[in-house]
């Protein structure tokens, strides 16, 4: 295909016949690779089709802003871009509206061209993704003795600007290289609905790009003249210019540029509120003096695609209002953030049930009474009366998302035919836009759901300790990752406190945190010591697959002895925090090796601590920033924990502030953060009991006189009768050593026997004929937690009665 340019004063090009330019077609697939490459291309570029076909379209065409990445850089060797192109271009694909520009290329044999480009983004089945034409402007360009020059600029058009437009776009499938009519076919349309490629001169003509046609003498003739089939060696007529020719192009150039401006304005950020805004602000007031958007609440929630089309019922949202008039003017007739559903006969109903746009030239004050007279406790009289109305839909994939209200005053134009197509083009600009950030809302969404699900609820408050907890996510797309915390209550008034972190980020990784933390929730309720746990983790992490690794860090702490059992795969040490002089330190622990390595083994370390000292367990995220030593984040760490604070709370977001200033960190941040309270001695009761069934009414004398002592009254019989069968059964199963009987005052009554039978207490179906077997039945029924734990010596089964909520002393953090 050739460009059509006028033959008159134009100096011939070296391989064009007079009056013509060879114009190249390129069509890129999704992985930027070229997939068509005309003859055209080949002469303008000098690289023959079969040595292009499958390359990187980047290193051939010189449109590297439609190719790349925004603030990619330009790679070596890459063309020299200027004036109107889209530097700031999405990926292949990911617009909706063409760009066009100039670029500087160097060419060994013919010097530097001046090449124009057009590029279309594509969407449908196929595999094509990008079309882009172009064509050298040295023989387009009016060069005379005189030094007479002009500046050509390559832009768009409505194809129906031009008379003859059937005819033109019946043409334009020829441009397309190698393709089949239904391939042509397809992306022609898109071609056509994008906007016709036309060349623009500085002295305001405009020329359609036109396969094989000859195209007459710019002088005298504008857009509407059109194309004339003169042929290349007739000679175009001399016309006057007509004023209202000019007028009408002076306003469609308005348009596009308008157009263009906004377009350049809106989808700066994925975020759906912020979109909303830079759409409707971007309308006032050069295209109208009132905008205002409505979306569905479904969209603007977040959630998934809209179910069916909308009606009477549909629930829209006025996310936001830009207009001219004295700031507040329309707070209250119109307020940004109200819910509401429209009536059936009013344009806006018709609008979004239609999803086409409606105008109203001018608001009579007949039609102003109607319109507000289907809306209840509202008066939209002053508002629109005698203005010009456009309503304009925002769709994508012919669903309409919402709509924008858009009003001129008195005294403007009204809004045209033209106005109708320049508003339902910035809509549908919009559209798409919207729909991006209304799929990454939703995307958003689900990963914070899914995280939120797998991150435990912790107790703040468990015996002889507080917990306080943070996890930000990271600042990745989807947001998700594989860092989790936990705390597992364990018999004996103990607590476990997990932290972990699957490598990798991701649904993967998070799908992984939530296999490994169920794990190590099973295996801890099972009384694995801290090494033995994480050797069995890691076993499970490598049945898993090879992809499984984790850092991981698990203590257990008795309240009662004041001591902290430790292992660690691979993790950061953990921060202790000593309450007696504040000091901070990292506990020197054995590191182990992440688990699902495989081979490593893990050691147990005992860590003596006092009431009130705080443990600080946190991920990476928190303490690594990428080109500094990790041991800097760690000095930061030890540094902010040791504060003082008033809660735990402000304790934990003390660290968050002091290593996440900005809140920019890429990477997720689990924290938990453990006050070691510790058990008095005098809320601690120890018996032995002798293997004697004398022995069961001597443990019932003590729980009785224990538990007036301590001003328990109300728990008396209750805690009487299920020691009582406790007791009873440890007599009854128990083999050489003693029965131990300890009963324990926190926020709760806890009671344990122990004894020497390793077989754990099972609960057991009983009738009305059975003589026993119901003493866990009754243990069951009267507790409010109650189970059995192995021990190195046997067995305990314990139980819980809950106590009146004490008031609990308020101290610091240190």
């Known amino acids: ?70 603030g990619d850089p330009l790679p070596d060797g890459a063309y020299e871009e200027f004036g109107p192109g889209p530097d700031s271009s999405p990926p292949i694909g990911t617009v909706g509206y063409p760009t066009a520009g100039r670029a ?30 172009a064509a050298d402007s040295g023989p387009l360009r009016r060069g005379g003795t005189d030094g007479d020059t002009e500046t050509i600029a390559p832009g768009f058009a409505l194809h129906t600007d031009f008379p003859g437009y059937r005819e033109l776009s019946g043409r334009l499938p020829e441009i397309l290289p190698s393709m089949s009519v239904r391939e042509a076919t397809r992306i022609v349309s898109q071609v056509l609905e994008l906007g016709y490629p036309v060349l623009e001169f500085s002295h305001r003509d405009r020329i359609p790009v036109t396969p094989d046609w000859g195209v007459p003498r710019r002088t005298g003739h504008r857009a509407a003249d059109g194309p004339r089939h003169t042929g290349p060696e007739a000679p175009a007529p001399h016309t006057a210019p007509r004023p209202e020719l000019d007028l009408e192009y002076a306003a469609v150039r308005e348009r596009l540029e308008f157009l263009n401006e906004v377009s350049g304005r809106i989808g700066t950020s994925l975020d759906l509120e912020r979109t909303i805004r830079e759409v409707t602000s971007a309308a006032v007031p050069r295209f109208t003096d009132f905008a205002g958007t409505h979306l569905r609440a479904a969209v603007l929630a977040g959630e998934g695609f809209p179910d069916g089309p909308p009606d009477v019922t549909t629930v829209w949202h006025r996310v936001w209002v830009e207009h001219n008039d004295e700031p507040g003017r329309w707070d209250d007739t119109v307020p940004v953030g109200e819910s509401i559903a429209f009536p059936e006969h009013t344009p806006f109903f018709q609008c979004m049930v239609t999803g086409e746009p409606v105008i109203v030239p001018h608001v009579s004050e007949e039609l102003s009474n109607r319109i507000s007279g289907e809306f209840e406790k509202r008066d939209l009289r002053p508002l629109i009366t005698h203005r010009s109305l456009l309503i304009v839909p925002l769709k994508a994939r012919d669903v309409v998302l919402g709509f924008m209200v858009l009003m001129r005053r008195p005294g403007r134009e009204p809004f045209d035919d033209m106005d109708r197509t320049t508003g339902a083009e910035l809509a549908a600009r919009a559209g798409l836009v919207l729909d991006n950030a209304r799929m990454y809302t939703y995307q958003e969404n689900v990963a914070e759901t899914l995280q939120d699900s797998m991150l435990p609820q912790i107790e703040p408050r468990m015996a002889g300790c507080d917990i306080a907890t943070r996890y930000l996510p990271g600042a990745r797309l989807g947001r998700v990752g594989g860092d989790w915390f936990d705390s597992v209550k364990l018999p004996g008034s103990r607590t476990a406190l997990v932290v972990g972190d699957v490598m990798g980020h991701g649904l993967n990784s998070a799908a992984m945190m939530g296999q490994l933390r169920t794990a190590v929730l099973t295996m801890a309720t099972m009384e694995m010591p801290p090494a033995r746990l994480l050797r069995n983790l890691d076993d499970l992490a490598q049945r898993l697959g090879e992809q499984y690794l984790a850092t991981c860090l698990y203590a257990v702490y008795d309240p009662i002895r004041s001591e902290l ?160 069968e406790l007791v009873t059964n440890a007599v009854k199963h128990g083999r050489t050593r003693h029965i131990g009987l300890r009963l324990v005052r926190t926020g709760a009554l806890l009671c344990e026997v122990s004894d020497d039978e390793p077989a754990p207490a099972t609960l057991l179906g009983t009738t009305a004929q059975d003589e026993s077997g119901r003493g866990l039945v009754v243990v069951s029924g009267l507790a409010r937690e109650w189970g059995t734990s192995a021990t190195a010596h046997g067995k305990t089964v314990w139980f819980e009665l809950a106590l009146p909520r004490l008031p609990h002393p308020r101290s610091n953090a240190r």
């Open 104 to 133: 500087r290329v160097d060419d060994a044999g013919r010097g530097r061209l001046d090449v124009l480009w057009w590029a279309y983004p594509l969407v449908g089945p196929g595999p094509e993704r990008l079309l882009v034409l």
């Open 1 to 70: 295909m050739d460009l059509g340019v006028p033959p008159q004063r134009t100096p011939q090009p070296r391989d064009a016949a007079a009056g013509r330019v060879p114009l190249a077609v390129v069509v890129v697939d999704a992985d930027g690779r070229v997939s068509h490459w005309s003859a055209g291309a080949r002469r303008l570029f000098g690289v023959a089709r079969e040595d292009a076909v499958g390359c990187q379209a980047g290193e051939l065409l010189p449109v590297s802003g439609a190719l790349r990445q925004r």
């Open 565 to 724: 059992q430790i292992a660690n795969a691979g993790h950061i040490p953990p921060v202790l925090v000593r309450a007696e002089d504040g000091r901070a330190e990292l506990l020197d622990l054995p590191t182990g090796a992440p688990v699902g390595v495989g081979g490593v083994a893990f050691e147990t370390a005992t860590v003596k601590v006092r009431p009130g000292d705080r443990l600080v367990l946190c991920t990476d995220g928190l303490v690594e920033v990428r080109g500094q030593d990790i041991g800097a984040g760690l000095a930061a760490l030890c540094a902010s924990a040791a504060h003082p604070a008033a809660s735990m709370d402000d304790a934990c977001d003390t660290i968050i502030r002091a290593l996440n200033p900005s809140g920019g960190r890429k990477d997720d941040v689990a924290l938990l953060m453990a006050r070691l309270n510790g058990i008095p001695d005098g809320d601690v009761a120890e018996w032995q009991l002798a293997l004697d069934p004398r022995e069961v009414s001597r443990a019932r004398r003590l729980v009785r006189g224990r538990l007036l002592d301590w001003e328990l009254p109300d728990a008396v019989e209750a805690a009487e009768l299920m020691v009582s």
